[in-house]
């Protein structure tokens, strides 16, 4: 799947191990490295997990567009689909089937 970032900052924390471990700290940057890992080699949103540990779900209210990954308790990696023409637009399975390239919003404690 193709990954993409809101802002050249981001990419540039994402894209560099010294960088992330810098301002995530080493745990929460190693948890960030599996979770791109697993979003990269899935073809569709559909093949990354929804069970733990990654634990992927769609979020609801102001967030409804967008989607997170669990990484060390309470923070999630937040993401929005980026939606080829013709991808479905129902359910989270139908939707997800259709989506073979995310933008990384942040990493956050939105609870």
């Known amino acids: 799947m193709g990954i993409f970032f809101k802002t050249r900052r981001l990419a540039r924390v994402f894209n560099s191990e010294r960088e992330l471990r810098k301002r995530y700290g080493d745990r929460m940057a190693k948890t960030i490295a599996m979770r791109l890992a697993v979003l990269k080699h899935a073809r569709t949103l559909s093949m990354v997990p929804t069970s733990p ?36 637009d129902d359910a989270e399975g139908g939707e997800a089937g259709g989506v073979t390239a995310i933008t990384v919003i942040e990493v956050t404690d939105y609870h």
């Open 53 to 88: 540990p990654e634990r992927r779900h769609r979020l609801a209210g102001k967030r409804k567009e967008q989607y997170a990954l669990d990484l060390v308790h309470p923070h999630r990696l937040v993401f929005e689909p980026r939606r080829s023409s013709g991808a479905p």
